[in-house]
């Protein structure tokens, strides 16, 4: 058992507790190597942000766990060196089964999702109950869902959304004892989020339901997943340098800025790093075809994330400054 204290990790209470009174949101970014994960603690050690390093059970697979932990801990020790003092939460993401929960609990991780979503109402309560149990005998937070996104949730696609609704969650919250739920408002995984026809413009999140969220457990952490903008410029990057991404579209900035200063405590960004990410080296291997050393591509790739998540962290969750 490696408690995540050892490695210097925090879980998420206090995190969304300041979320929660100074109407930011702290961003849950997902990472699978090196310099995905080094870009996120630059970018959060250089704006004061605090963090929640987001592991799904593919990244866990590819990266290896054992592999994960020291890279965890090579993290504090870095925050620790920088001087500069910033909460940091490893966190599973759309965690599917108690047993892989417990297994991060085990191997360091401060925080889990259980994603009982894709089960009956009643299901998903039972399975949330038994992990948060497990999870707290050991301070660790834990994250629910109510509410199907569309997309690829869980290794399950779902063709459409089913918006949570708003008449459980109280029951959900209060039989589970979650520390935060998320919920389905509109957005969905992936880079194709919207389809549009020529003209049309992204519909606005169903900021309705947030509210009425908001209304029936009022300073409760809500958790917004699926909520990358799919950014136009990397779009267009990767479009120009030999990609093929038609029709890619994400949450406009503004939508979650507003989402940020409500009950939204922690945004989840995975694809706009993917994005960033791809649009650079494609931009390297285009301009340079000769290139052939992995740091001539993946240190630009690295840099461009750090400005990237940056930006995320002053412009559009409010996070900076606020750890
Ligand atoms: O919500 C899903 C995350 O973007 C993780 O995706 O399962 O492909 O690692 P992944
Ligand atoms: P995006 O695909 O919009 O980045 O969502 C990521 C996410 O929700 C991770 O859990
Ligand atoms: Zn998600």
Redesign the pocket.
């Known amino acids: 058992m490696q408690s995540y204290k050892e490695l210097g990790l925090s879980n998420t209470k206090g995190m969304y507790a300041k979320a929660v009174s100074g109407k930011f949101a702290v961003p849950g970014y ?1 990472f ?1 190597n090196m310099e995905q994960l080094q870009a996120i603690m630059t970018a959060c050690i250089e704006t004061k942000s605090p963090v929640i390093l987001q592991v ?4 866990r697979d590819y990266a290896n766990q054992i592999l994960l932990k020291h890279m965890a801990r090579g993290s504090m020790e870095i925050v620790k060196a920088s001087g500069v003092n910033i909460p940091v939460a490893l966190h599973l ?2 965690g599917d089964s108690y047993e892989l929960c417990v297994s991060c609990v085990e191997s360091g991780f401060s925080s889990v999702m259980i994603d009982g979503s894709g089960k009956s109402f009643q299901e998903n309560i039972e399975l949330t109950k038994k992990v948060v149990k497990y999870a707290h005998d050991h301070d660790v937070s834990v994250e629910g869902e109510l509410g199907v996104l569309a997309g690829i949730e869980d290794e399950v696609s779902h063709e459409k959304t089913h918006y949570t609704k708003p008449e459980e969650v109280q029951e959900f919250v209060s039989k589970t004892g979650v520390d935060s739920l998320a919920i389905s408002i509109g957005t969905s ?1 992936g880079a194709y989020k919207f389809k549009l026809k020529p003209g049309e413009s992204v519909p606005p999140l169903r900021f309705d339901i947030l509210e009425e969220i908001e209304k029936l457990i009022p300073g409760f952490p809500i958790v917004l ?1 699926g909520a990358s903008s799919v950014m136009p410029k990397y779009v267009d990057m990767i479009n120009k340098y030999g990609g093929k991404m038609e029709n890619a579209v994400g949450v406009p900035e503004e939508q979650l800025r507003r989402a940020a200063s409500s009950a939204v405590c922690k945004i989840n960004i ?2 706009d790093g993917r994005l960033a990410m791809t649009a650079k080296i494609r931009e390297v291997f285009a301009v340079k075809p000769g290139e052939f050393d992995p740091r001539k591509y993946l240190g630009p790739a690295r840099a461009e994330l750090i400005e990237m998540y940056k930006h995320k962290n002053i412009n559009v969750l409010g996070s900076a400054g606020k750890a």
Do not use: I
């Open positions: 997902n699978n799904s059970k593919g990244a993401d759309h995984h997943h995975d694809s």
